[in-house]
C-alpha cells in the first residue's frame, strides 16, 4: 500500500505552491483594458471596497506578451492578480482576434470573461469613472450583453460578426454607447 | 524473460481498465483538435481490429529467436518515443501555468514519479490504475454532464473536418492498449468481449471530450494549445475549473507514460525507459515526430507481430 501512497503524495510537489501569492497579498483586478497591438498598455481596475476608490494600475510593453509580463503590479503595497478579470474592455487599435487567442492562452485570464469595447481608448474610460467595475455589473444586470471571451473566440475563427457593447464615460460613470461588431 | 512477457498474470479487467485511463491522457489532447465523428468511426474499426487481432493471438505465440528480439526492441523504443511524446506534452501543459523555465522541472519531477512506479511490480501499478480509473471515471462523467449542457450545438454540427488527423489520434489513443500485449501473452482468461467493450467506452469519452471542446469553443478550439482545458473553465457559471481539471489528468498522463515505459519489462528497464524518455522530451526531438509516423509506426509493429507468430502455446 505504500507504494501506492508514495508516489500520490508525490505528485503534491506538482501542484506548484512553491509560486504560490498569498490571497491577502492579492488584489483581484476584475476589469482589465487593453490598448494598442505595439505597443500595449494594458489598464487594470480593482473593485473598491467599503467606501475606497477603485485601484488601478497601468502596464506598458512592446506587444501584449512584453505588457503582460509586468503583471503583477504592485499598487498601494498590493500585487494585481487577473484571475479574477470579469470584464475585458477593448480600446483603440487593437487586433482583436490576436488579443482575444492570447487572453484565452493566458494562465490566469479565464474565458468566461466578458468582451467590451471602448472607441475612445480603454485607458482614457477607466481613467474617467470612479467604479467602472460597479457600472459594468449593473450594465449587466441591466441586460447589455456582452460575449465571453470564448464565444467572441468562436465567432472571430468561424468568421461569423461579433457584436460587442461600445462604452463611454459620462459623469464619471461607464455608460453603453449602442453597439460594435468586428468588421 | 525479454521484452514480450511478464512475470505476473492480470485479470482482463486490470488491463482494460490501465488501457481506458492511459487512452484518456491522448483523448485529452485531441479534444478539440479532430472532428468527434470521425473518432467515433475510428474507434469502431479499433475496436474490431482489436478484437480481431486478440482472437488470432489466441493459440498462438511468437517464438524466441532473433525475430522476437528485434519485435520486442522495437515495441521497446516505439513506447519509449511514444512516451517522450506525452511526457513533453504534459510538462508543456502544466508549465503554461508555472512559467515557461520550469518545464525541465516538471519534467524531472514526472520521471522520478514515473521511475518509482516503474520499479513496482506490475501487480501494483495495475493496482494504482484501478483506483486513479475510480477517480477518472467521476471527472470525466462530470465533464460530459456540465459540458452537454453548456454546448453550443451550432458549432458541432454539421461535422467536417478530414479523416485522417482523427485516425492518427485515435492511433494515439488506443496506443496504450497494445502496450498490454506482453501482459496478455500472460492471460488465460479470454478478454476479447471485455476489452471490447472497454476500448469501445474509451474511444465513446474521446469522442464526447472533442464534441464537449468544440460545443464551448467553436471553431477556436482548432486553434489553442490546450482547448480541452480551456474550455473546462468553461464547465461551471461561478467557477474556474481548468486549473482542477489539468491536475486531475495528470492521473492518465502518468498512467499513459508508466504504461508505455513498460515496453522493455518492469523494474529497472522500466526506469531507465522512464530517463531515456524524460531526456527526449526535454530535448524536443518526440515533438518533431508527428502524429501520423507513430500511427505508422503502431501498424509496423501490428503487422511485423502477425507475421512473427506461430500456432501453439509456446514456453
Not at chain 2, 532473433?66 to 526492441?73: E, Q
Not at chain 2, 464551448?216 to 480551456?230: D, V
Not at chain 2, 526506469?271 to 505508422?296: M, Q, R, W, Y
Request: glycine share 12%.
Amino acid at each position: 500500500m505504500k507504494r501506492v501512497i508514495a508516489p500520490m503524495l508525490a505528485l503534491l510537489l506538482l501542484t506548484g505552491c512553491a509560486a504560490a501569492r498569498e490571497p491577502d497579498d492579492l488584489a483581484l483586478v476584475r476589469v482589465l483594458g487593453v490598448d494598442g497591438t505595439g505597443p500595449v498598455v494594458m489598464t487594470a481596475v480593482c473593485g473598491g471596497e467599503d467606501g475606497e476608490n477603485a485601484l488601478r494600475g497601468t502596464a506598458a510593453g512592446e506587444d501584449y506578451a512584453a505588457a503582460r509580463r509586468s503583471v503583477p503590479w504592485s499598487g498601494k503595497g498590493w500585487k494585481l492578480s487577473l484571475t479574477g478579470v470579469n470584464y475585458l474592455v477593448v480600446g483603440r487599435d487593437v487586433d482583436l482576434a490576436a488579443l482575444i487567442f492570447l487572453a484565452l492562452e493566458d494562465p490566469e485570464l479565464g474565458a468566461s470573461a466578458t468582451v467590451w469595447r471602448a472607441p475612445d481608448g480603454a485607458l482614457s474610460l477607466l481613467r474617467a469613472c470612479d467604479d467602472p467595475t460597479a457600472d459594468l455589473e449593473l450594465l449587466a444586470l441591466e441586460g447589455v450583453t456582452a460575449p465571453t471571451l470564448a464565444q467572441a473566440a468562436a465567432a472571430l475563427s468561424g468568421g461569423e460578426t461579433l457584436s460587442m457593447p461600445a462604452l463611454r464615460a459620462e459623469n464619471g460613470c461607464v455608460r453603453e454607447d449602442g453597439r460594435i461588431g468586428n468588421r | 524473460m525479454d521484452a514480450l512477457e511478464t512475470g505476473e498474470r492480470l485479470s482482463g479487467r486490470q488491463l482494460s481498465v490501465a488501457a481506458v485511463v492511459a487512452g484518456l491522457s491522448p483523448a485529452a489532447a485531441a479534444a478539440g483538435r479532430v472532428e468527434w465523428a470521425w473518432l467515433v468511426l475510428w474507434t469502431g474499426a479499433s475496436v474490431s481490429v482489436s478484437w480481431l487481432l486478440l482472437r488470432f493471438f489466441a493459440g498462438r505465440h511468437i517464438p524466441r529467436g532473433r525475430g522476437r528480439a528485434a519485435l520486442g526492441t522495437l515495441f521497446g523504443l516505439w513506447g519509449v518515443l511514444l512516451a517522450a511524446r506525452g511526457l513533453a506534452r504534459t510538462a508543456s501543459r502544466l508549465s503554461q501555468t508555472a512559467g515557461e523555465a520550469s518545464k525541465g522541472w516538471l519534467l524531472l519531477l514526472l520521471c522520478g514519479v514515473l521511475v518509482y512506479l516503474g520499479w513496482c511490480g506490475d501487480g501494483a501499478f495495475f493496482r494504482l490504475t484501478e483506483i486513479l480509473w475510480l477517480a477518472m471515471a467521476v471527472t470525466v462523467a462530470f465533464t460530459a454532464v456540465f459540458g452537454l449542457a453548456r454546448t453550443e450545438w451550432r458549432h458541432v454540427l454539421p461535422v467536417g473536418g478530414g479523416w485522417l488527423p482523427a485516425g492518427a489520434a485515435a492511433a494515439e489513443i488506443f496506443a496504450p492498449a497494445l502496450f498490454l500485449l506482453p501482459y496478455i501473452y500472460k492471460e488465460r482468461t479470454p478478454v476479447r468481449g471485455q476489452s471490447a467493450v472497454w476500448l469501445a467506452a474509451l474511444g465513446g469519452v474521446a469522442a464526447v471530450l472533442s464534441l464537449v471542446t468544440v460545443g464551448l469553443l467553436g471553431c477556436a478550439a482548432g486553434e489553442l494549445s490546450q482547448p480541452f482545458f480551456t474550455a473546462g473553465g468553461l464547465l461551471a457559471r461561478n467557477a474556474r475549473l481548468e486549473g482542477l481539471l489539468s491536475a486531475l489528468w495528470l492521473a492518465p498522463d502518468l498512467t499513459f507514460a508508466g504504461l508505455l515505459c513498460r515496453g522493455f519489462g518492469g523494474g529497472k528497464r522500466a526506469a531507465v525507459s522512464t530517463l531515456v524518455a524524460g531526456t527526449l522530451a526535454f530535448s524536443g526531438v518526440a515533438e518533431k515526430i508527428s502524429l501520423p509516423v507513430f500511427a505508422a509506426g503502431g501498424a509496423v509493429l501490428l503487422v511485423a507481430a502477425l507475421c512473427l507468430a506461430r500456432r501453439g502455446e509456446g514456453e
